[in-house]
């Protein structure tokens, strides 16, 4: 059973630093691409960011290049999210997600498989 636990939201100043962490269990193959989306009240999920498995290859939307960075702890399971400048409108509750065999460019909601809870992250002063 594939499980993905989620962790490091809150609630930070404008131009402050936040990391998620997603750890994830239960995947039988290595051909994964893991990624995190975000959906704020009363607009659409939208993909953020993606890492290969395999390759460590990765994807950023426009909006958070250079202010995000993805990356993953193969020994730990791990993939990580840093925030860093937060911005007003990175408000939102993150998810990770896992699809299998993806190009990390990928970031449609409906091609991934499976999905972590959800944590808020609130960037207000």
């Known amino acids: 059973q594939v499980q993905l636990v989620e962790s490091g939201g809150g609630l930070v100043q404008p131009g402050g630093s936040l990391r998620l962490s997603c750890t994830v269990s239960g995947l039988d193959a290595e051909n994964y691409v893991g990624g995190w989306f975000r959906q704020a009240p009363g607009k659409e999920r939208e993909g953020v960011s993606a890492?290969?498995?395999?390759?460590?290859?990765?994807y950023y939307t426009n909006s958070v290049k250079g202010r995000f960075t993805i990356s993953r702890d193969k020994a730990k399971n791990t993939m990580y999210l840093q925030m860093n400048n937060l911005k007003p409108e990175d408000t939102a509750v993150y998810y990770c997600?896992?699809?299998?065999?993806?190009?990390?460019?990928?970031?449609?909601?409906?091609?991934?498989?499976?999905w972590g809870q959800g944590t808020q992250v609130t960037v207000s002063s």
């Open positions: 997600a896992t699809a299998r065999g993806l190009y990390v460019s990928t970031m449609i909601p409906g091609a991934y498989d499976y």
């Open positions: 890492i290969d498995f395999i390759d460590d290859s990765t």
